[in-house]
């Protein structure tokens, strides 16, 4: 069996595990909303027609922000239609998915399910189709706490309190030419910086994304970052990037290194942002939004949008992950978790069936995808402060990222609690042996040792019939002599250490 270390000591710390990092998204998309978190006649909704069930699996998530409404969606969507008594509100055609909005689920719907899902909502602006009005407007509806036509419109609506939104994105994805209303950086940044400046007079204590590139690979990348960030460093608290990982051409070596492209990416949108702040000569390091990341099977996407005309919530892009799929979305989370004194918030997408961690059948149940496990698992366990590791590990040979290292890893340390947890993967088609040694940290034991390992099964998916075929089990409780011990990590497996306080 190979061998790598790895040392820990709580002086590297990085930052504190922000909640935010744990992130997820809505988007009127597919079956995201409605069959999704929503489905008004089924037998688990509530009178509102929210899903009980896939609340309870949402809260088992242990998601604690959620983006809102979109997604390619927003740069067209007017959210006025989706407030007032729902047979008034129109049918729309959404020209992002080719679908038909009926509106049925809208901005009070949300705020709701978010408060039952114990989430912190994140709302988007169109700068798409509209502009810095539109987006004035929205923020006193959901912000402001009465006295004015837009504020008292929300109260008679039902909402006597403001939704107090602090987070806001300012569009989605306006660098990618499929977006409705597509811009130049120039064009977005100014856009921005106005909306920016406008809606923080409204509500100084909202804080603002702009939008980065749609992803690593576009033209743009940087030079967009750069454009947009000279229009609105001052105005704004973080810079969006968004990334998918497919795995659709079957390169899993590849596939399992997608973390080193997203720890680049990090990078290189942090340089970005710093080259701007000193440019500029501001104090204030701006932060990454990474509002959109997951593993997507995006090369079946035409099929879903060419399969159809305009009908109302279609099955879009559900794609079903694999147990590789969960270790690669293991690993992006450690890469989120590494980069936390730069990445402030960070959002899976999506939340329920579009490329998704909860699947439903619409009037059937819901189910846990394999994705679901290491996010749960992070999100639980991640608490308190984030160290950074070096470990030594074998390196192999990938086509799309070059020689890349087989383990990755990050470790938080919880002060309150004494209890250090290591999140590891092992990206190799065998077994590695994982000399770790924690004498750095005073008076621990081993608590257990869970994987999701996918070197039996790298196919094997959740489903209806199955959903527990992809679960992470317990190995051996990692035993600690003077302070060092041996864990085998499975072949292509994530992995979670844990130690406790000696009793
Ligand atoms: O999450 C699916 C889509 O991917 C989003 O609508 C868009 O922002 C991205 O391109």
């Known amino acids: ?28 998309m597919g079956r995201c909303v409605y069959g999704g978190i929503y489905e008004p006649g089924h037998p688990e909704a509530d009178a509102l027609g929210l899903r009980r069930d896939v609340l309870e ?15 390619n969606f927003v740069s067209g969507y007017r959210w006025e239609d989706g407030v007032g008594p729902v047979g008034d509100r129109p049918r729309r055609l959404d020209l992002a998915w080719k679908t038909v909005e009926t509106n049925a689920f809208g901005l009070h719907e949300f705020m709701t399910w978010a ?54 994105c300012l569009g989605n994805e306006l660098d990618g030419p499929w977006q409705v209303g597509h811009k130049t950086a120039d064009e977005y940044g100014r856009l921005a ?38 229009h609105t460093y001052e105005h704004v608290d973080y810079i969006s990037a968004h990334t998918y990982y497919d795995p659709s051409d079957g390169d899993r070596a ?21 080259h701007v702040a000193a440019k500029q000569r501001h104090r204030r390091k701006l932060k990454i939004s990474f509002d959109e990341w997951n593993v997507w099977y995006e090369a079946r996407l035409q099929a879903d949008l060419d399969r159809r005309g305009w009908v109302e919530a279609p099955a879009l ?32 997408a ?40 070096e470990p030594v590990s074998p390196r192999y040979e990938t086509k799309k990222y070059g020689d890349v290292p087989v383990l990755d890893t990050v470790a938080v340390h919880d002060e309150e609690t004494g209890e250090l947890t290591v999140f590891a993967v092992n990206r190799s088609e065998t077994d590695l042996e994982l000399q770790l040694d924690l004498r750095g940290v005073s008076g621990l034991s081993g608590q257990c040792h869970l994987t999701l390992a996918a070197g039996d099964d790298p196919s094997a998916t959740n489903t209806e019939a199955e959903p527990d075929k992809v679960t992470p089990r317990e190995l051996n409780t990692p035993t600690l002599d003077a302070g060092r011990c041996s864990v085998r990590l499975p072949a292509v497996s994530w992995n979670v250490l844990r130690f406790g306080n000696r009793p």
């Not at 329920?352 to 189910?367: E, L």
């Open 1 to 28: 069996m190979r061998t790598a270390q790895l040392t820990i000591d709580p002086a590297f710390a990085i930052g504190p595990a922000d909640r935010r990092l744990f992130g997820s998204f809505v988007e009127h």
């Open 57 to 71: 699996l949402t809260r088992e998530l242990g998601v604690s922000v959620v983006r809102y409404p979109g997604g």
């Open 115 to 168: 408060n039952e899902a114990g989430v912190e909502p994140m709302m988007a602006v169109n700068l798409g189709t509209r502009g810095v009005q539109e987006a004035l407007d929205l923020l006193e509806y959901s912000n402001h706490p009465g006295g004015t036509h837009l504020s008292d419109q929300r109260r008679k609506n039902g909402a006597e309190d403001p939704f107090g939104v602090r987070l806001w």
């Open 193 to 230: 910086a106005e909306a920016a400046r406008a809606m923080k007079m409204s509500d100084p204590s909202i804080s603002l994304v702009a939008c980065g590139s749609s992803n690593r690979r576009m033209p743009t990348f940087a030079s967009w970052e750069a454009t947009v960030l000279e």
């Open 254 to 274: 590849s596939l399992l290194a997608s973390a080193v492209d997203m720890d680049n990416f990090i990078t290189e949108v942090v340089a970005t942002a710093d």
């Open 317 to 348: 892009i559900e794609d079903d992950f694999t147990a590789v799929d969960a270790v690669v979305v293991g690993d992006l989370l450690i890469t989120l978790l590494r980069h936390a004194d730069r990445v402030g918030v960070a959002a899976q």
């Open 350 to 389: 999506q939340l329920a069936n579009v490329i998704a961690p909860i699947r439903t059948r619409n009037g059937g149940p819901a189910w846990r995808q394999s994705i679901f496990h290491p996010f749960a698992l992070t999100a639980r366990y991640a608490r308190g402060t984030v160290l950074r590791t």
